[in-house]
Each structure stands twice: as structure tokens, then as C-alpha cells.
């Protein structure tokens, strides 16, 4: 599944490619022109906005009701849109939203910190704006994340003693 996330909604935009999904991040403020662009390119459109309604019935729009990006993917999880795949992540830059490309790892020498070298065995690079990427540990921090959210469920009402 792909997706165009309207202004509200850039951190979710990259956590999702993140997680390896194709997501356009819509910047502008007509309505018109967003549901244009999910038209053309079939994508589903990610808004925070009430008032954006499909205006046919091809018109495909999930409306985010969580504020905190990732409780917002838990949401597109339970709503059934995304599932999270290891294989996926690290696939996608989470800048220009292009597929990245295996690179040799002689390749990432000189153009990674010393230390992430020598720690990494695989790099890969975006071809557009040849960002270099590696297992970092942001990855890992996001996916421990998410299986807690989907392990707990919501979280707990916890009322501070008083
Ligand atoms: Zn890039």
C-alpha cells in the first residue's frame, strides 16, 4: 500500500518509509491537489483534516486521530493498512522516498564515521540523494516501540498517588 500524508503529518510520513512504505509527504494546502495526486500516483491519503472527505467512491482517505507519530503507526497498524516486516525496514530514504541501493561495504569507507565502519558489515545508499545508511540504531528503538504498543495494547490510566 502506498500513501501521500497531507502537512499535518511529515513524522509519520518518515516513519513510514522507515517501515519501508512509499509515502509522499504533500506539503501544500489545497485539498484538491492532494486528492489529485492520490488519484494519479493510487495512493491512500493520511490526514489529520475532518474535513477532507473522498469525493468518489475510489477516493481512498484514512483519518489519523492520534497526535504522537507512533501511536499513530499502531493506529494504521490496527486500522489493517501497514504491517511490520524487519525485511522492509531500511529499504526506502527516509528523505527522498526512493528504494535504496546494497552498496559494497568498501564503498561506505570515508563516507561514514570511522567507528560506524568498522561496527557495520552492510551499507546501503539512496541514488538520489546518495545518502549513506546502515543499521542504526534508531531502527531498532522504533521497532522495540512498536511491538510495546502492540503488546500493551493502550496504555494504562495510571492516576499518580497522591
Ligand atoms: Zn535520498
Redesign the pocket.
Known amino acids: 500500500m502506498n500513501f501521500v500524508a497531507d502537512r499535518m503529518l511529515g513524522k509519520l510520513a518518515k516513519q513510514l518509509r522507515m517501515l519501508g512504505y512509499d509515502t509522499i509527504y504533500y506539503r501544500g494546502e489545497e485539498a484538491y491537489r492532494l486528492i489529485k495526486l492520490a488519484r494519479e500516483e493510487g495512493r491512500v491519503i493520511l490526514t489529520r483534516n475532518t474535513k477532507l472527505l473522498p469525493r468518489t467512491p475510489e477516493d481512498r482517505i484514512v483519518r489519523i486521530t492520534e497526535d504522537r507519530p507512533s501511536l499513530q503507526i499502531r493506529e494504521l497498524i490496527q486500522k489493517g493498512y501497514i504491517s511490520l516486516s524487519e525485511d522492509n525496514l531500511l529499504s526506502r530514504?527516509l528523505?527522498?522516498n526512493?528504494l535504496l541501493d546494497d552498496i559494497p561495504r568498501e564503498e561506505a569507507e570515508g563516507k561514514v564515521p570511522d567507528f560506524i565502519f568498522y561496527q557495520q558489515k552492510e551499507f546501503y545508499q539512496?541514488p538520489?540523494?546518495?545518502?549513506i545508511y546502515w543499521q542504526g540504531s534508531h531502527q531498532e528503538n522504533m521497532l522495540k516501540r512498536i511491538e510495546q504498543l502492540k503488546n500493551f495494547g493502550q496504555a494504562p490510566n495510571v492516576k499518580p498517588c497522591t
Open positions: 530514504c528523505l527522498c526512493v539512496c538520489q540523494c546518495l545518502r
